[in-house]
C-alpha cells in the first residue's frame, strides 16, 4: 500500500543583519548672556544747619 506525503506549510527562518546608515540630526543650542539691571536704593542725607536764637529772659508784665 502506497501513502501518499503530506506538505506542511513552509517555515522561514530569517537572518537579520543591519548595516548602520548615519543621518544628521542638528540640534541648535543658543547661549544667552543676560544683564538684569535691578534698582538699589540709596539714601543720602543732607545735614541742615540751622540758627536759632533762645532768649532766656523772664517774662515781661505790666
Same mark, same amino acid.
Do not use: A
Given at each position: 500500500? $502506497?501513502?501518499?506525503?503530506?506538505?506542511?506549510? @513552509?517555515? $522561514? /527562518?530569517?537572518?537579520?543583519?543591519?548595516?548602520?546608515c548615519v !543621518? @544628521?540630526?542638528?540640534?541648535?543650542?543658543? !547661549?544667552? =548672556?543676560? /544683564? =538684569?539691571?535691578? =534698582?538699589? @536704593?540709596?539714601?543720602? $542725607?543732607?545735614?541742615? +544747619?540751622? =540758627?536759632?536764637?533762645?532768649e532766656h +529772659?523772664?517774662p515781661f $508784665?505790666?
Open positions: 500500500m $502506497y501513502t501518499r506525503p503530506v506538505y506542511c506549510p @513552509p517555515r $522561514y /527562518l530569517v537572518r537579520d543583519c543591519f548595516v548602520p !543621518h @544628521p540630526i542638528i540640534h541648535p543650542v543658543v !547661549h544667552v =548672556n543676560r /544683564l =538684569n539691571v535691578v =534698582n538699589v @536704593p540709596r539714601h543720602i $542725607y543732607k545735614p541742615i +544747619r540751622k =540758627n536759632v536764637i533762645v +529772659r523772664r $508784665y505790666c
